[in-house]
Antibody, heavy 118, light 108 residues
């Protein structure tokens, strides 16, 4: 059974950088996306990357604030910040759409909690 | 960007009752590209429905979806104790893919 395994919780200070990861367990090349959930709030699609060629799409509301990247050889996607803000505090889920070309999300990672506080 | 508005914000019902959750879009969702998710406290969301009315793998048939255009509905025919959770709709007809703000289904 394919799983998405995310890196562990992080506690950072404002201004610090961070890169979190999501590994697909079955080594299949696919799209992997990221969804943000701020404390006590709903879900927000951040963007998606294709592991095969790193083709990346961003939610325009977040473009420039984060970078999505991937390493095809280890079927892993990354979400990166160069300078964290307190408002980046959230749970971040990686997601996979199993049906090509249709971006609803069959698979979800366990989530990575990012806390940014001085 | 398509804005999805879910109603009600909170729904209080008893086990065995029927639940009807609504999701309204600010513009037409192409090809009925609407999904529903269930999220229990402390867990990742789980896909329930896609293409407005298709059940995801292993989802019981007490869950059903309907709708088209701008109005969509998730119905749970007879509530089981494990169904009390937060439900989100999501459109994937146009990017950016957007979610509703959620409906909390709580035990009355």
């Amino acid at each position: 059974e394919v799983q998405l395994v995310q890196s562990g919780a992080e506690v950072k200070k404002p201004g610090e950088s961070l890169k979190i990861s999501c590994k697909r367990s079955d080594f299949t090349t696919s799209w992997i996306g990221w969804v943000r959930q701020m404390p006590g709030k709903g879900l927000e699609w951040m963007g998606i990357i294709y592991l095969g060629d790193s083709d990346t799409r961003y939610n325009p509301s977040l473009q420039g604030q984060v970078t999505i990247s991937a390493d095809r050889s280890i079927t892993t996607a990354y979400l990166q910040w160069s300078s964290l803000k307190a408002s980046d505090t959230a749970m971040y889920y990686c997601v996979v759409p199993l049906r090509g070309g249709h971006n609803y999300f069959d698979l979800w990672g366990q989530g990575t909690l990012v806390t940014v506080s001085s | 960007e398509i804005v999805l508005t879910q109603s009600p914000g909170t729904l209080s019902l008893s086990p065995g009752e029927r639940a009807t959750l609504s999701c309204r879009a600010s513009q037409s969702v192409s090809s009925r590209y609407l999904a529903w998710y269930q999220q229990k406290s402390g867990q990742a969301p789980r896909l329930l429905m896609y293409d407005a009315s298709s059940r995801a793998t292993d989802i019981p048939d007490r869950f059903s979806g309907s709708g088209s255009g701008t109005d969509f509905t998730l119905t749970i025919s007879r509530l089981e104790p494990e169904d009390f959770a937060v439900y989100y709709c999501q459109q994937y007809g146009s990017s950016p893919y957007t979610f509703g703000q959620g409906t909390k289904l709580e035990i009355k």
